[in-house]
Nanobody, 125 residues
Framework: QLQLVESGGGLVQPGGSLRLSCAAS????????VGWFRQAPGKEREGVSC????????FYSDSVVGRFTISRDDAKNTMYLTMNNLKPEDTAVYYC??????????????????WGQGTQVTVSS
């Protein structure tokens, strides 16, 4: 059974850091492009970052570049999103996903076939 399980969300003050984890089971994560999305209340789900399966290169949206880092530990079959200098506008439910299209220009949301359950990140003082 293909499954993605996220962890690591929580409440953090502005300027703080969090690391989200996404553990995969039932398939080999590095065979596929992987990505992180987020959805704030009342807004559409947006792509944040991804790693291409072809060459391991990464993409970051303009809103997080320089603050967030995506990574993958093949031995643990787990991907991560390290978030630094968090801002209130980063508050959202974060989802990991795989099996979709990651390019130098972004993530094609509709192409990602497997999704985690989501983890809440709240940035507030």
């Amino acid at each position: 059974q293909l499954q993605l399980v996220e962890s690591g969300g929580g409440l953090v003050q502005p300027g703080g850091s969090l690391r989200l984890s996404c553990a995969a089971s039932g398939f080999i994560l590095n065979f596929y492009s992987v990505g992180w999305f987020r959805q704030a209340p009342g807004k559409e789900r947006e792509g944040v970052s991804c790693i291409k399966s072809s060459d391991g290169s990464t993409f970051y949206s303009d809103s997080v570049v320089g603050r967030f880092t995506i990574s993958r530990d093949d031995a643990k079959n787990t991907m991560y999103l390290t978030m630094n200098n968090l801002k209130p506008e980063d508050t959202a439910v974060y989802y990991c996903a795989t099996g979709g299209f990651c390019s130098d220009y972004g993530l094609a949301k509709g192409t990602f076939s497997s999704w985690g359950q989501g983890t809440q990140v709240t940035v507030s003082s």
